[in-house]
């Protein structure tokens, strides 16, 4: 049996979103139609606008619909201070920290047998930003990955390049968790990362 | 019926435990659907192999084990074109690439994953493949890359002639210079005309024995060992290359 045509093009059209399969697009489609067509108009009209005008900041690329983001734009921030993340969810989690000076967003990290090079992150972008604006440090938050540490690298690199001070977040044990359980890279970062303990 | 069900969970176990776990380096690892991992793995005795590692990304026992460069002891089960890994061990010492090594490490695991074959068993280059990430986190870049490389054209059938002339057998002079072909190997040439493709003798001899001590020698050996790959890689640019760009 199939469905009308409509109906198809809309179970169709679901299965884009991530871990949506042909059922969970069906249950979807059925909800919106028989218990809340009101809730699917505002999910239309939402990602009709969304698709439409969010482009990426021009100065850190992350999801925006003004070339100057809000960070960006915003001048009590510190502007002398940027952090480097992966994904607009990391700046969130950055951000959360209390954290107050500029974002620059790989939206990625180097993979270069997934044919993700520098320029395919904007690291040219950035290297263009060390050189034009007075950053004073540059703080890395890439992921603790091998791929995170590649990328961490390169920057470093530019860092070095463009004379700008360059600190990375630190590696480390999560809390509450037993050493016991922790794999033996995360807990070697650890030791290779330690620091003093200081008499006080 | 219910006997035979119990039976048939205890063969499996059994197999499952007595399988033997094979060692295996990481070379690549891709998101597959919400949870999973697609892993490409160098194993010791059957080559490269990809298997899925069903929700790896949740479990924490397998994210910090399955990182590329990562050493481990695996078993996987099914003949499909996606085996599902069953068992994954940390496999020894665990190895942290850094900097230029880092990257060095993905030219390394680009030129496996392009130029091998699934499945085609390579013990001697796992060996080497060990060897050179050793040699690579101690500092010896150039020298181990080159050494590395020599092997696998070695192993995919193209080993360089790099003591004598191919067509007539006369020893290389280290003075004179020679024309390399991948297929044709050393061929002297008159003069000392810089074309791409002309080295001098002296500096294939130190390649032939593994001695790159001079400057020039490394420069030679790496533009050689360039124009060899490329030829296999039918001349499509390695995407790691770009990572030694800053
Ligand atoms: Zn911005």
Redesign the interface.
């Known amino acids: 049996m199939s469905f009308s045509p409509l109906l198809e093009e809309l179970i169709h059209s679901l299965r884009a979103l ?2 949506v399969g042909p059922k969970s697009a069906q249950r979807m489609a059925f909800h919106l139609l028989s218990r809340d067509r009101q809730g699917g108009k505002s999910i239309a009209t939402a990602l009709q606008h969304a698709m439409e005008h969010i482009q990426h900041c021009q100065q850190c690329r992350t999801f925006s619909e003004v070339p100057r983001c809000g960070i960006c734009s915003n001048q009590k921030r510190d502007h002398h201070l940027l952090c480097i993340v992966e994904s607009p969810a990391d700046m969130l989690a950055i951000e959360q920290t209390g954290y107050r000076g500029l974002f620059f967003l790989l939206l990625g990290h ?1 993979s ?8 395919d992150i904007g690291l040219n972008h950035l290297q263009q930003r060390l050189q034009q604006e007075v950053i004073e440090e540059i703080i890395i938050a890439t992921n603790p ?3 995170g ?2 990328t961490a ?2 920057i470093l ?2 860092a070095k ?1 463009a004379k700008v001070n360059c600190s990375r977040i630190a590696h480390g044990v999560p809390l509450g968790d037993v050493l016991e ?6 807990l ?2 650890a030791m ?1 990362g330690r620091e003093r303990y200081q008499y006080t | 019926m219910c006997f035979i069900y119990d039976l048939l969970i205890i063969i499996d176990k059994g197999l499952y435990l007595t399988q033997r776990l094979e060692p295996a380096y990481i ?2 690892t ?1 998101y597959f ?2 949870t999973s991992l697609i892993v490409e793995l160098f194993t010791q005795h059957e080559g490269t192999v990809a298997v899925l590692a069903k929700g790896a990304r949740k479990q ?2 397998w ?3 399955l ?4 050493h481990v002891l695996v078993a996987w089960r099914g003949k499909s074109e996606l085996p599902i890994l069953t068992g994954a061990e ?1 496999g020894g010492d ?1 190895l ?5 090594a ?2 060095s490490g ?2 390394l ?2 030129l496996l ?1 392009r130029l091998l074959h699934k499945h085609d068993p390579h013990p001697r280059l796992f060996n080497v493949y060990q060897q050179t990430l050793a040699a690579l986190n101690q500092g010896e870049v150039e020298k181990s890359l080159r050494c590395f490389e020599k092997q696998l054209l070695q192993e995919l059938g193209y080993g360089l002639v790099l003591d004598r002339e191919l067509e007539n057998n006369t020893p290389i002079d280290p003075a004179s210079y020679y024309q390399y072909h991948l297929e044709q190997g050393a061929r002297k040439v008159t003069g000392t005309a810089k074309a791409t493709d002309i080295y001098q003798g002296k500096s294939l001899l130190a390649l032939h024995h593994d001695q790159l001590i001079t400057q020039e020698a490394r420069r030679d050996a790496k533009r050689l060992m360039r124009q060899a790959i490329a030829i296999l890689l039918n001349h499509k640019p ?3 290359r ?2 030694f ?2």
């Open positions: 991530p871990g180097l270069p047998i997934d044919g993700i090079g520098p320029q990955t091998v791929e540490e590649a690298h390169y690199q530019l390049q359980y922790i794999d033996t890279r995360t070697s970062l290779a | 070379l690549h891709r659907r919400d924490a026992r994210k910090g084990l990182q590329l460069f990562a940390p665990a942290i690439l850094q900097g230029d880092l990257f993905f030219y695991n680009e994953i390695l995407k790691s770009e990572l760009t800053v």
